[in-house]
């Protein structure tokens, strides 16, 4: 029975009393591209560039059917005129202390409105003890409670109110500020209240070796890379905001002793027992101790080289991505850069791309742990509401291809400027669709797949309703065409697809990762999820558009993906699922892909399918009829059940919402589609827990928001706001679909 290791927070974003008045602000989406602002005193919002751009070209024709689900009209009302679904996408804690010490470094001003709001929100999702943890799933951590407090401080709360002197305690019996975690240290040093002599060398030299180095960063997952380009290269310069007063008061607030007299360079390894997941392996220790005698010595030229050299790759991922970067950490590193280089112009730039990552929820503003979800949660949506109404949705996945023909965007992203992507260690991306908005511009592999994929079942459904469309702005096979030939190029040796980029370096890498708190976040990994999407999109290529369509690279390239979803099966018949909780997630990915390519419980049995199901149908709770599965499963590598914690003796100090227990209505979901997916014979489980869902929604035909259910390198939750009103429609549409009442 597993007992909950200390009190844990939990629950989807709570409504908390507004720090504002929330009649006041306004959510502009133009694109994908979401920005809350807040009313000036003569009710007008602020324009940037970009507001009044025209969108693509008008489908109009597609017609609109009268929804037999109430879920599906609630979903409507949610959509934004530019055709996505904006949403909620919180979770990490770590994000906005990252954008407020960038902005307090650069002199970049917040609005005033927009720190109250942050400052509500840090007090929304302080665990109930006092403190932050890594995620809101999470008991506190010196990470999050260090990083967290500081960001209060400059956000102007006082050192005396009381959260704050509640979180100072429980970090002091976490063990203080200085056992703070390598990125926690990387910020309190660009802040000036902690020294840089207490990190680890980040080698800036390592971007100037040979490629062909195994450990050289252009093998690294795009992620962990884009987060040490623009560290290392404020290690490299020390980058640190002059000594002010607020410098000075946190330095004594955080410290128990005094700040001058401490060691800085014993601290570099201490790393709280509360935020370790990945400790320091003897290879990363030897790593360190290298790199650190190096950085006595090191070369000048061979520094100011490696410097320049990762200026470039900084200046590049500005450009590709409109400054929005690939994450919310990059993001403002690279900031921080430009502003080091004195480059007035790309500050600029940079700050008008800050409200890209804000998100304005009902417990206060928060950073979004991308500029947002918008292409993801479109194509999930939309394959949802296949049955009922899609205006405007294609609208927005055709804007949304990169280089695409018809997303109208010219100019918008500047990927055609840069002819060598692969200097710049970067997959190519024509014809691939990113997680967020266009601009952003870097390419995921699953969300290509499942962009294709809906694409192909709206051409399929044309088709079948004969519906008139205008012809010139929905030449989807060109956009198919450089669709799958993006995918292709996306799978890895052993048949599986990786997230952002093939897998490039090898398994030894991960036993380098410095990051303490994640795993599995030096290298791009085949993934059950990623696979399964891909599979999915190439057997669509042959059943809706063209049985002969490139018959053969098609048909390997399905196969390997067959194998590779085999062999990742766990013995007991269920899939790890790596980027949703959890195991309900993965084995729901895995049946899609066997039951795509035909498998059938009944009608054509394969073994894995069939314990996947049984595996499945196992996990239903007896009492309901639903699945629930913990956050905990990601981090323990085993399933765990949303019940599980009953017993669980520190369970009265948690401060979690009173939803851990209870089944969860996107697993619920997730188990519901893959059974049916894979024609799971026992009509009562699936009715049970289809009556379940039914049960569980609200009457304006939305459901509760209930625990977080994405996750992200094995320890941190993130928010999926839409999941808990696409999945269950989609279930409720696939029933009827196979049982007709
Ligand atoms: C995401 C969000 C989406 C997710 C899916 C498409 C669901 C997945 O199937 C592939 C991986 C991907 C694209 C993914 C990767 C890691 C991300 C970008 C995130 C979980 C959102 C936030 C996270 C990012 C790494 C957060 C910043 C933190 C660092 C450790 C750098």
């Known amino acids: 029975q597993y007992v909950n290791p200390a009190p844990r927070n939990g629950g989807a974003p709570r409504r908390t009393d507004p720090a504002t008045d929330l009649t006041r602000w306004r959510l502009i989406n133009r694109k994908g591209r979401q920005r809350w602002a807040y009313l000036g005193p003569n009710n007008e919002v602020t324009k940037i560039d970009g507001d009044d751009d025209e969108y693509a070209d008008d489908l109009d024709g597609m017609s609109e059917e009268q929804s037999f689900m109430e879920n599906a009209n609630f979903l409507r009302l949610i959509q934004a005129d530019d055709g996505h679904w904006p949403a909620d996408y919180g979770g990490p804690l770590f994000l906005m202390p990252g954008l407020v010490i960038a902005c307090h470094v650069t002199n970049t001003t917040l609005q005033r409105e927009k720190k109250l709001e942050m400052v509500r929100y840090l007090r929304s999702v302080q665990c109930r003890e006092g403190g932050w ?90 992620h962990c890379r884009q987060v040490y380009l623009g560290m290392s290269y404020c290690y490299a310069v020390r980058f640190k905001v002059d000594d002010s007063e607020i410098v000075r008061q946190l330095r004594e607030e955080l410290y128990q002793d005094n700040y001058d007299v401490i060691v800085w360079r014993h601290h570099r390894s201490n790393i709280s027992l509360a935020d370790l997941h990945t400790p320091h392996t003897y290879l990363l220790k030897s790593a360190y101790y290298l790199i650190d005698v190096y950085e006595k010595f090191h070369m000048t030229y061979l520094r100011e080289k490696s410097l320049n050299l990762i200026y470039e790759h900084v200046v590049f991922d500005d450009d590709v991505t409109n400054f929005i970067s690939i994450g919310p950490i990059s993001k403002v590193i690279q900031m921080i850069v430009r502003y080091h280089r004195n480059d007035n112009e790309a500050l600029k730039k940079h700050r008008k791309r800050i409200d890209d990552y804000l998100w304005l929820g009902t417990d206060g503003l928060k950073m979004n742990g991308t500029n947002g979800s918008q292409l993801w949660d479109c194509t999930f949506a939309m394959q949802a509401l296949l049955e009922v109404t899609l205006k405007n949705g294609l609208k927005f996945l055709l804007a949304t291809q990169i280089d695409g023909l018809n997303n109208n965007n010219n100019n918008n992203n500047r990927t055609s400027v840069y002819r060598d992507f692969s200097k710049y260690y970067r997959h190519p991306n024509k014809g691939g669709f990113p997680f967020s908005t266009y601009e952003c511009g870097w390419i995921v592999a699953d969300c290509t797949a499942e962009a294709l994929k809906t694409m192909m079942m709206m051409r399929r459904r044309r088709k079948k ?59 791009d990994y085949s993934y059950v999820e990623c696979t399964s999407a891909a599979m999915q999109a190439f057997h669509f ?186 999945f269950p429609m989609w279930v409720i549409a696939r029933y009827k679909s196979l049982y007709g009442t």
């Not at 240290?185 to 800036?204: C, E, I, R």
């Not at 292709?488 to 380098?512: I, M, P, V, W």
């Not at 558009?545 to 194998?563: F, G, M, S, T």
């Open 133 to 222: 943890g890594l995620h809101t799933e999470a008991p506190p951590t010196v990470l999050g409670t260090a990083l967290n407090y500081v960001t209060m401080r400059l956000l102007g709360v006082s050192a005396r109110d009381l959260d704050l002197v509640r979180a100072l305690g429980i970090l002091r019996s976490l063990g203080g500020t200085l056992s703070i975690p390598s990125w926690g240290k990387f910020w309190l040093a660009v802040l000036n209240v902690y020294s840089w002599d207490g990190l680890h060398s980040l080698a800036p030299e390592l971007w100037s070796l040979p490629e062909c180095l195994p450990f050289h960063p252009s093998k690294m997952w795009c």
């Open 465 to 523: 309703k004969k519906m008139m469309m205008v012809e010139k702005s929905v030449n989807t096979d060109n956009d198919l065409d450089t669709g799958d030939v993006a995918l292709l190029t996306l799978q890895n040796d052993d048949g599986g697809f990786a997230t952002y980029e093939r897998k490039r370096g090898g398994t030894f890498l991960e036993s380098l990762n410095p990051s303490e708190v994640f795993g599995d976040v030096m290298l």
């Open 541 to 726: 290529f042959t059943e809706y558009i063209d049985r002969n369509y490139k018959k053969e690279i098609i048909k390997q390239a399905l196969e390997k993906c067959l194998e590779f979803i085999v062999n990742s099966q766990q013995v007991d018949g269920s899939y790890y699922g790596s980027w949703a909780v959890c195991y309900t997630y993965g084995t729901w990915f895995a049946l899609e892909g066997l039951s795509c390519v035909g498998y059938h419980y009944v009608r054509a049995p394969h073994p894995s399918l069939t314990k996947a199901c049984d595996w499945l149908a196992s996990k239903q709770q007896p009492t309901n009829g639903g699945w629930g599965e913990k956050f905990e499963s990601c981090e323990l590598k085993r399933y765990i059940d949303s019940t599980s914690s009953a017993t669980a003796t520190t369970k009265t100090t948690s401060s979690s919402s009173s939803s851990t227990e209870e089944p969860q209505v996107v697993n619920t979901s997730w188990a519901l589609l893959g059974l049916m997916a894979a024609g799971y014979p026992d009509v009562n489980c699936i009715e049970r827990g289809v009556r379940y869902l039914l049960g569980m929604q609200n009457d304006d035909g939305s459901y509760p928001k209930q625990n977080v259910s994405g996750v992200f390198n094995k320890t941190c939750s993130i928010h999926y706001d839409l999941y808990r009103n696409i």
